[in-house]
Nanobody, 114 residues
Framework: QVQLEESGGGLVQAGGSLRLSCVVSGSAFSTIDMGWYRQAPGKQREFIAR???????LHDRSVKGRFTISRDNAVNTVYLQMNDLKAEDTAIYYCNGIPQIANWGQGTQVTVSS
């Protein structure tokens, strides 16, 4: 059974940075396209970024230039480097495969104070 474990969230001031990690177990990670998503209070979960098995990256316009997705197949982990954080980035952040490979994990809370 595939499991996802997100970490790295926290409380940060506007303009600050965080690096999120997502460890994937129970799958052939290196062959899977992966994505990051977020869900703000009272809103639906939304797509942020994806990275293909070969390393091609795509970022949503809302985070382009500030966030960077990456992966390390040696440790079955996908990362999200978040710079210049804004209050509107406050949300719970999740990872999953594209297409979805597992039930959604607990996510990691990111809170940006203005």
């Amino acid at each position: 059974q595939v499991q996802l474990e997100e970490s790295g969230g926290g409380l940060v001031q506007a303009g600050g940075s965080l690096r999120l990690s997502c460890v994937v177990s129970g799958s052939a990670f290196s062959t899977i396209d992966m994505g990051w998503y977020r869900q703000a209070p009272g809103k639906q979960r939304e797509f942020i970024a994806r990275i293909s098995s070969s390393g091609f990256r795509l970022h949503d316009r809302s985070v382009k230039g500030r966030f960077t997705i990456s992966r390390d197949n040696a440790v079955n982990t996908v990362y999200l480097q978040m710079n210049d954080l804004k209050a509107e980035d406050t949300a719970i952040y999740y990872c999953n495969g594209i297409p979805q490979i597992a039930n959604w994990g607990q996510g990691t809370q990111v809170t940006v104070s203005s």
